[in-house]
């Protein structure tokens, strides 16, 4: 009989034998009690601590807690792929979700500890996640995936960025940056989803239509993807700087955004994600690209006065393409590397149906008044909940136990 020393231990060696197992239970775990906590704070149901203003903690948290969480998986388990080099595990792996999780019991505890306190504990998982995939990319000269660091570290930077107007601390000059900071992580987030999705989306297509039995001609030319990676980029200097040099008028950043929500559909376009329907793996990857699409255009119809709100392009954003591609990626590559087949459990398929509503819930909220405004944002978040709850029963055991085919 195992001992109870022997079964912790085992438990420990398997939940930190890779970085998609503890970081996919935190983003799927953080993603439910983090929503769960927002709608019943707009249902006033309880309070939130009031160190932050609420809106600027539940942005922060969504952006640091739960979608970085969710990336951190993907690269520590991706990296070490793309480059041959060895994976972090075991202890050093628990560190840096230690880090992790450092970061949000100070969030979470700011009036406890203060908030630079907060800022110093908070700051040291986005660094460590940059140093820690810096040094598998340099080692390994892959020049290719250098833009992940430049992505982190900027990642880092707009996080110091919100913390020291929020601590006070913003020196003269910088007192509103903590907008542009938060702004600017949403927009590497969505160049992130960007970038996986250009290199995933049309290989897992083609791979499962040719395993149907068709063929699928790709069109991804080199020059739309350039377009679209440049234009994101473009997209995110000008919403960072526009606030603080007044000779930036807004309008440029409306009509760089829609050239590039207008690329970034003409590039979905030649994946045929039509012909996908029968696997959910694959169309959430699909859905996802299309709402990092519909973000730029509602941006360019807020920026270009259209009459679209804010609100409505930042969680077209965060929900449907940040969120949707989380939610596709980290199936997949818990399914795939706890050695299953690449078919979707059962329960997902509701968890998946509840996400669908999730973002069109949120995005169409800024449009209605009064209860109805109150309902859409209730219902969204409700749907939103339960679908990563649905994420967390369906995954946490495979996440715990070995793999499958090492039994």
């Known amino acids: 009989m195992p001992t109870n020393t022997t079964l912790r231990a085992t438990v420990f060696t398997t939940l930190f034998s890779g970085g998609f197992r503890p970081f996919f239970l935190f983003a799927g775990g953080y993603g439910t009690l983090a929503v769960g906590a927002w709608a019943g704070w707009l249902g006033g149901a309880w309070n939130l ?40 595990r075991g202890p050093g792996l628990a560190v840096l979700a230690g880090t992790w999780l450092g970061g949000r019991l100070a969030m979470l505890g700011a009036g406890a500890v203060g908030p630079v306190a907060a800022m110093a504990l908070d700051m040291i998982f986005p660094l460590a996640l940059c140093a820690v995939i810096g040094a598998m990319l340099l080692r390994a000269g892959n020049r290719r995936n250098y833009g992940f660091i430049a992505i982190l570290a900027v990642a880092a930077l707009a996080n110091l960025c919100w913390h020291l107007e929020m601590s ?26 960007a970038i996986m999705g250009g290199r995933v989306i049309p290989m897992f ?90 973000a730029l255009l509602a941006k360019a119809g807020h920026y270009l006065d259209a009459g679209i709100p804010m609100a409505a392009a930042r969680h077209a954003a965060a929900m449907g393409a940040v969120g949707s591609m989380i939610m ?80």
């Open 49 to 88: 601590p009031q160190v932050y203003p609420a809106s600027q903690l539940h942005a922060h948290e969504m952006m640091y807690g739960f979608a970085l969480a969710a990336i951190a998986g993907f690269l520590l388990t991706a990296v070490p792929q793309w480059t041959g080099g060895k994976a972090l």
């Open 205 to 294: 297509t083609a791979n499962w239509l040719r395993r149907q039995g068709q063929s699928l001609a790709m069109r991804h030319p080199v020059w739309l993807q350039r377009l679209c990676l440049g234009g994101l980029i473009a997209v995110t200097l000008a919403e960072f700087l526009a606030p603080h040099f007044d000779q930036l008028d807004p309008r440029l950043a409306g009509a760089l955004a829609l050239a590039t929500g207008i690329a970034l559909l003409a590039r979905l376009w030649g994946w045929k994600g039509y012909r996908t329907l029968a696997h959910p793996l694959v169309w959430i990857m699909h859905l996802a690209y299309f709402w990092l699409g519909l």
């Open 328 to 407: 596709a990626i980290m199936p997949r590559v818990s399914l795939g590397h706890t050695g299953r087949d690449l078919i979707l459990p059962r329960p997902m398929l509701a968890a998946y149906g509840l996400y669908v509503a999730a973002p069109l819930l949120r995005v169409a909220s800024p449009f209605l008044d009064g209860a109805w405004y109150q309902t859409s944002l209730m219902l969204s978040g409700l749907c939103w909940t339960l679908a990563f709850a649905i994420f967390i029963y369906t995954f946490a055991p495979m996440l715990t136990a070995p793999r499958v085919d090492a039994r």
């Open 168 to 193: 006070g601390l913003a020196p003269d000059g910088f007192e509103n940056i903590a907008e542009s900071a938060q702004q600017l992580m949403l927009n590497l987030l969505l160049l992130i989803v």
